[in-house]
């Protein structure tokens, strides 16, 4: 099973600031199958990137991934007060899918 | 419009039943995968089962194999889960996930996700 750790558990930063936001998997994940979603509190979670750095329908580009390997990276670019939730990667090669434990931008 | 919407939640005793559904509508239901993802209140995302579009293969994570039985009713656009043999570990909300492919194997990533609903076990 590949594990996913995401760093940093938390991130404070402010709005118009750079966010950079970490995912190390156990093993080497092709960067094909390597995923991220944001939750806000209450809501289901919402694909943001696919295969590494492609973004889903309706994502503005302020977002981006990157990586491969082992080491892989959301950026977003400029942040907006819509921003702030939790972000989890998530690789889906095959199964057992896994997600990383989650990183929480907030507001600072 | 995919839209994605779980009934079935509530509150059960230890080694209790449950069976979650999860309506389908918006897109060609037999032509995708489909998941059910769950989280612990205050917790991250874990994954549970997938299938099949379908209904050739199903998958499960370790925790819930051999309790938790994954199922498409494809003429009703529904996908089930019937949870049996409910620990205090299983309290969570389910999500049900729509997969962006026919294979519930693998490569294909969760494209769409309904609102979930909560599953209490606890006497």
């Known amino acids: 099973e590949i594990v996913l750790t995401q760093s940093p558990g938390t991130l404070s930063l402010s709005p118009g600031e750079r966010a950079t936001l970490s995912c190390r998997a156990s093993q080497s994940v092709s960067s094909s199958y390597l995923a991220w979603y944001q939750q806000k509190p209450g809501q289901a979670p919402r694909l943001l990137i696919y295969s590494t750095s492609s973004r889903a329908s309706g994502i503005p580009d302020r977002f981006s991934g990157s990586g491969s390997g082992t080491d892989f990276t959301l950026t977003i670019s400029r942040l907006e007060p819509e921003d702030f939730a939790v972000y989890y990667c998530?690789?889906?090669?095959?199964?057992?899918?896994?997600f990383g434990q989650g990183t929480k931008l907030e507001i600072k | 419009e995919v839209q994605l919407l779980e009934s079935g939640g509530g509150l059960v005793q230890p080694g209790g039943s449950l069976r979650l559904s999860c309506a389908a509508s918006?897109?060609?239901?037999?032509?995708?995968?489909m998941t059910w993802v769950r989280q612990a209140p205050g917790k991250g995302l874990q994954w549970v089962s997938a299938?099949?579009?379908?209904?050739?293969?199903?998958y499960y994570a370790d925790s819930v194999k051999g309790r938790f039985t994954m199922s498409r009713d494809n003429s009703k656009n529904t996908l089930y889960l019937q949870m049996n043999s409910l620990r205090a570990e299983d309290t969570a909300v389910y999500y049900c996930a729509k997969l962006s492919g026919y294979y519930a194997s693998g490569t294909y990533h969760f494209d769409y996700w309904g609102q979930g609903t909560l599953v209490t076990v606890s006497s």
């Open positions: 998530q690789h889906y090669y095959s199964s057992p899918y896994t």
């Open positions: 299938i099949d579009g379908r209904a050739g293969s199903t």
């Open positions: 918006g897109f060609t239901f037999t032509t995708y995968a």
